[in-house]
Structure formats: structure tokens, C-alpha cells
């Protein structure tokens, strides 16, 4: 049993490193994307929403091939469509964040046009847990 445990341990560690890798390379995606619809002079909701879903697009074909791999016992649009709903809300989070804290990083950075960055990173680090948890346990459930 101790062996099973270790092992299971150790492959979800190993499935979660890769999550934080797909993450990182949609956080990279979606942040230069917001970077550059908001230097083209795009408003930071629709800014927000178009870089997330950009990210999110990136993050499903990454988690389904690598992250998860070993678990597709559903149909690929059934799990695209769970994981564009949890994305959604997701979504929902990281706009309330960015929205909510982007006048209060004003204050806190040189140069108040770029106060949705600070924004942007605490709203990141709010979904990434949200969206693991869902994923693992609902969109990527062992069945």
C-alpha cells in the first residue's frame, strides 16, 4: 500500500509540475497578449477576456496531450467543453480581480496606465488554483 501511495504521490506531483509548465506558458501567452491589446489601445476588459482566452485555448491542447494524457475517458469535446467551463468562471474571477484591483495598484505603481499589470498578477494567482482543482477533479477525473 505504502508503495501504491508513494507512487500515486508522486504522479500527481509530477501532473501538477506539468499543470504549473502548461500555466506558465499560457500566462506568458495570455500577459503578452494583454500587453499588446492594450498598447493597440484596446480597453482592459476586452483586453483581459481576449489575451484569458487566448491562454486558455493554449492550456487545453497542452493539459489534454501532456498534462493529462494518461486520463481521456471522455469525448475531447466533452472535456473541452468542461474545461472551457471552468476557464468561464475562471474567466469570471480573473476579470473581477483585474477590474477590482486595477484602480488600487494605481496608487502603488509609477505610472497609473500600467496599473492593470499588478492587477493582472494577483488575479493569476487566484484562477491557477481554482483552475487545478476543477480540472483535476472534475474535467480530468479518473472515471
Known amino acids: 500500500m505504502t508503495t501504491r501511495t508513494s507512487t500515486l504521490n508522486r504522479n ?14 499560457g ?6 497578449t494583454l500587453i499588446a491589446l492594450k498598447w493597440l489601445g484596446m480597453g ?11 491562454g486558455l485555448v493554449n492550456n487545453f491542447i497542452w493539459n489534454y496531450h501532456w498534462t493529462y494524457a494518461d486520463i481521456q475517458s471522455k469525448q475531447l ?13 475562471g474567466l469570471a474571477l480573473n476579470n ?5 484591483l ?11 496606465s500600467l496599473a ?11 484562477v491557477v488554483f481554482w483552475n487545478y482543482f476543477a480540472n483535476r477533479y472534475w474535467t480530468f477525473k479518473n472515471t
Not at 96 to 100: E, G, N, R, Y
Open 27 to 32: 500566462t506568458l501567452l495570455d500577459f503578452g
Open 116 to 126: 492593470y499589470l499588478p492587477a493582472k498578477v494577483a488575479a493569476t494567482a487566484v
Open 102 to 112: 486595477e484602480s488600487l495598484s494605481a496608487a502603488l505603481v509609477p505610472d497609473p
Open 44 to 54: 482592459t476588459l476586452l483586453a483581459a477576456t481576449l489575451s484569458f482566452s487566448a
Open 96 to 100: 473581477i480581480c483585474v477590474l477590482s
Open 77 to 89: 469535446g466533452l472535456q473541452f467543453g468542461q474545461f472551457a467551463l471552468v476557464s468561464g468562471l
Open 12 to 25: 500527481e506531483i509530477q501532473r501538477f509540475f506539468r499543470f504549473l509548465v502548461v500555466g506558465l506558458s
